[in-house]
């Protein structure tokens, strides 16, 4: 089997809240790394103002620095986009694969954007479209899908209603982030069944957060439910320090250890993955959370 | 719902394998606090030789203690022992639920008790015997019952044969220890699904370690497989801090909030669990696995 897409999102999702700056020798090497590990996207940045996040503020020299390399074969890169001014900027520098998204909770929407969920998803199609157009890939997500930090359970109506204007406007890679790690496998397995019901074309990603340690049982959750897209951080980085209440990415190398044992995507290599998450310790001089890395891989290979 | 039993079993299989032992009348006062906290069974210590596992060596003192008081209500306290002379000890002080297993991994049970596995359980019956005459509550384990450190594979034959002959001995109160870490969810549910076919008396419980990230996943399969009897431990304790490969057990405020989130045991107190974990992160000066405790719960409540 070799059914399961791995995203990998350190690099941005982990990074952009880490109070360290990666210098971008560094990002690029590590990316270098990635780019041999087997992972299937790796999530290299985000076209973000760099004021606001000072950590992202070199993703279009990096973008450009692997255009110029011109990989013909191997992972793609992706970045994340939240309009159109960062759209242009990726496209200017070589990206070909945009992620962008909406939350559906109206709190999390006007403080993240300033603007309500359905003001943000016109933007966000708006951007879309002309993505599209300039022929890049676009992946739509829904973000706080599970709950809210602010306004706790989000109802599952509101998620189907992003996910089917999506789908009407001919966008099916969707995205469903866990963004405060409120989710829970009955909900994540009902959810996901769902919006396959909605158009069973979709290919739905799913995104989790481990706030309340339930990154892994949810992913799990989601893999039961037929999702084969899965969005994750090497080391389970992620998650800001100085909040108690954001919690790490699903750890990519945990996450790919139980792949392995339970006979998937044998061809990633958890020896190059394991690496980086090391590298990113020993840089941020602290234990990040994911355990993998660590421990190394359990040798009696697959039990099931 | 409260159809989970919770074990709790942080006072014996979190604290021995902690550098720092803790003073006798803390551990009467983290008991105290865990006997109010609605879980059903606390594991207060081991009776085993007081110079190999000098953090156990006060359970006789805390067995008087908590006999002398009389408690008719409430949750029992339960022992380990590793052989007639501990469960001796045990009785002598007013134990009356012991917890008593082997190993299925036949290199694990030579290095643990110098003696095979067949060995093993012919002795371990014959405490569980005088145990049982002695009006005392037993339940047998199977340890490495999902892979062995040393061995790697164990086989399912191997589990369900031990369990076999505790049953025919009429031992109906059964754990499964994951004591490796090695379990994945598809061999949980298959395992579990085994022993409740070879009679539905059977009484299971389960015992995950986190060595791989991998207890929650695995403890929400065995529910999902009918388990309804978990041992944890709260702040996820357990595991050796000077080697990378034991991993605490699964956390007792993060499986409980899980449980909550998804309408089960909302008679537990979070909130008394989380005080008594964080009073033991204070005591060893250090961040321990768990999340809940230092995240709090989710307000919103239950979401499915």
Redesign the interface.
């Known amino acids: 089997m070799s059914d399961v897409f791995l995203h990998e999102v350190g690099m941005r999702d982990g990074l952009q809240v880490e109070a360290g700056v990666v210098p971008t020798a560094r990002k690029i090497a590590w990316i270098g790394r990635l780019l041999g590990s087997g992972v299937d996207l790796i999530q290299a940045g985000s076209f973000v103002n760099p004021k606001l996040v000072p950590q992202m503020a070199d993703t279009d020299e990096m973008f450009r620095h692997f255009a110029a390399m011109g990989r013909p074969r191997g992972p793609r890169l992706s970045a994340l986009v939240l309009n159109e001014r960062g759209l242009e900027r990726g496209l200017a520098c070589g990206a070909d694969y945009f992620c962008m998204g909406v939350s559906a909770s109206e709190t999390h929407s006007r403080k993240n954007t300033g603007m309500g969920t359905d003001e943000a998803i016109e933007r966000m199609l708006a951007t879309g479209r002309r993505a599209r157009e300039a022929g890049a890939t676009v992946q739509m997500s829904v973000q706080s899908a599970?709950?809210c930090g602010y306004e706790?359970?989000v109802p599952e109506t509101r998620v189907l209603k992003i996910v089917d204007r999506f789908v009407t406007e001919g966008f099916h890679a969707i995205s469903l982030a866990d963004t405060?790690g409120?989710a829970?496998?009955?909900?994540v397995a009902?959810l996901f069944r769902d919006i396959h019901a909605i158009d069973p074309g979709i290919v739905c990603a799913c995104h989790f957060h481990?706030?309340?340690?339930?990154a892994?049982?949810n992913a799990?959750?989601a893999l039961d439910a037929g999702v084969t897209y899965f969005e994750s951080a090497f080391a389970g980085l992620g998650g800001c320090p100085f909040t108690?209440?954001a919690?790490g990415n699903l750890?990519t190398e945990?996450f790919v250890?139980?792949l392995q044992?339970?006979g998937r995507r044998p061809d990633v290599s958890l020896e190059v993955i394991n690496e980086v998450a090391a590298e990113a310790e020993r840089f941020f001089r602290r234990a990040l959370p994911?355990?993998?890395h660590?421990?190394?891989v359990?040798?009696?290979?697959r039990?099931?």
């Open positions: 599970f709950g706790g359970r405060a409120h829970v496998p009955p909900q009902r481990d706030t309340y340690g339930l892994m049982v799990w959750a108690a209440l919690g750890c945990d250890h139980l044992r339970t994911g355990v993998v660590r421990t190394g359990i040798p009696s290979g039990t099931s």
